[in-house]
């Protein structure tokens, strides 16, 4: 296609007066370009990552109307070349004016802009974050017009986000674009840049600038699986107050001393043991210790791992816990090289999902009644991340975690 192009352009130069020839070669060219603008990749445009590397502070992409502006200047100016008409002269010099108009009016608009990113620092699986982009204008006199921000994100990590738009920044003043985003995959997730980039004037080419930094996003299961019919199996929903077990408050009883957490209430504070040890325990009363289960966490042996659903068995297990929390049940969690000891209340919830956050999904999980699930938890919940089966076993004392 190359060759085609520049040996249109040398024959129309080389053979001025030949009529048929530069028929022949416009027709080529137009031809040519028509199959480039349609059959091209846009991953492996040359063009394209020319202006996407670090070399250019600036990156342009056309739009639609970009595209269609820029192949009507080429028609009028080949008609005017092969004609001679004065108003075709002027209507290209009209056309390639603008062109030139939006490229320093974008300029202008994209200069001396400060920017500050407040990124979360968790999220939830297919729910919707926000992350603000807080832009100053740093420019004296001029203003700055249909800023839009995105964040710079992975292709296949399955992060759908939505622009966010600014349509006028005054001169020396502070606006702030809201970045919507939602994430279909836990653990974590890489953000590595912010996208500033405009329209203005005129919608035919879009420049932006790209700012790189590193930072994560912790993104937690859902956990809103319906459960109820799943545990209702289990001898643990066959206690007489399961459906009661659901009240919450200080409690008249004082039942034990646990090591405190972010998010447990200061009031709970056991100020004693707390000089004493010099770290922070609270006191539990027989309306917070309600009842203890364990989340175990299970698989098949040589069966081929099949991701999405494991993922299914970890939102499930997320569920399962969510659901005990919420009827007053210390929850625990055990896997492979993984131990988190039963506690109630949102803190202890917040640990299991973030565990179950970062969990790696294709590692080896041991098998229900193994001889190596040996000295659990007085009661398991056992969960098959390969079956997504569910069963309860039980032992006499705690011990130590599955490997």
């Known amino acids: 296609m190359l060759f085609i192009t520049g040996s249109s352009f040398y024959m129309i130069i080389k053979f001025p007066f030949y009529t048929r020839f530069k028929v022949i070669f416009v027709l080529f060219f137009v031809v040519n370009t028509l199959l480039f603008i349609r059959f091209r990749e846009p991953r492996n445009n040359l063009f394209q990552k020319m202006m996407q590397s670090k070399f250019?502070?600036?990156?342009?992409?056309?739009t639609m109307e970009g595209k269609y502006l820029v192949f009507i200047t080429l028609g009028i100016g080949f008609a005017a070349v092969n004609t001679g008409i004065n108003l075709l002269y002027l209507l290209m010099t009209m056309l390639l004016s603008?062109?030139?108009?939006?490229?320093?009016?974008?300029?202008?608009?994209?200069?001396?802009?400060r920017w500050e990113i407040?990124?979360?620092?968790?999220?939830?699986?297919?729910?919707e974050t926000l992350a603000i982009l807080a832009i100053r204008n740093g420019k004296r006199r001029l203003s700055s017009f249909s800023l839009e921000g995105e964040l710079l994100i992975p292709e296949n990590k399955g992060i759908v986000q939505k622009k966010g738009t600014l349509l006028k920044l005054n001169a020396g003043k502070e606006g702030q674009i809201l970045v919507r985003l939602i994430f279909s995959q836990r653990g974590k997730q890489e953000i590595r840049g912010v996208s500033i980039e405009t329209r203005f004037p005129f919608s035919?080419?879009?420049?932006?600038?790209?700012?790189?930094?590193?930072?994560?996003?912790?993104?937690?299961?859902?956990?809103?699986?319906?459960?109820?019919?799943?545990?209702?199996?289990?001898?643990?929903?066959?206690?007489?107050?399961?459906?009661?077990m659901d009240n919450r408050g200080q409690g008249l009883e004082f039942h034990s001393v646990r090591q405190m957490y972010p998010g447990?209430?200061?009031?709970?504070?056991?100020?004693?043991?707390?000089?004493?040890?010099?770290?922070?325990?609270?006191?539990?009363?027989?309306?917070?210790?309600?009842?203890?289960?364990?989340?175990?966490?299970?698989?098949?042996?040589?069966?081929q791992i099949v991701y999405q659903q494991r993922e299914k068995g970890i939102e499930l297990a997320a569920s399962i816990a969510k659901f005990l929390v919420y009827r007053d049940f210390q929850v625990g969690l055990l896997g492979p090289n993984l131990r988190i000891e039963e506690g109630g209340g949102s803190s202890s919830l917040k640990r299991i999902f973030v565990a179950l956050a970062l969990l790696d999904a294709g590692q080896d999980f041991p098998m229900t009644g193994s001889q190596k699930n040996r000295n659990l938890p007085e009661t398991c919940i056992w969960i098959n991340l390969d079956s997504l089966n569910v069963s309860q076993t039980g032992s006499v004392a705690k011990g130590e975690s599955v490997t």
């Open 264 to 303: 447990d209430d200061w009031r709970s504070v056991h100020w004693k043991k707390t000089a004493a040890g010099q770290e922070f325990v609270i006191r539990e009363f027989d309306s917070l210790a309600g009842r203890k289960a364990t989340v175990c966490l299970t698989g098949n042996r040589g069966s």
């Open 204 to 244: 035919f080419f879009t420049k932006s600038r790209h700012y790189e930094f590193n930072r994560s996003v912790l993104v937690l299961p859902k956990g809103e699986e319906p459960v109820a019919q799943t545990l209702s199996r289990l001898t643990i929903k066959q206690l007489e107050d399961f459906e009661t």
């Open 56 to 62: 250019f502070p600036r990156k342009l992409t056309f």
């Open 98 to 113: 603008m062109i030139v108009a939006s490229g320093i009016l974008s300029e202008l608009t994209l200069k001396k802009l």
């Open 118 to 127: 407040d990124l979360p620092s968790e999220a939830t699986v297919s729910s």
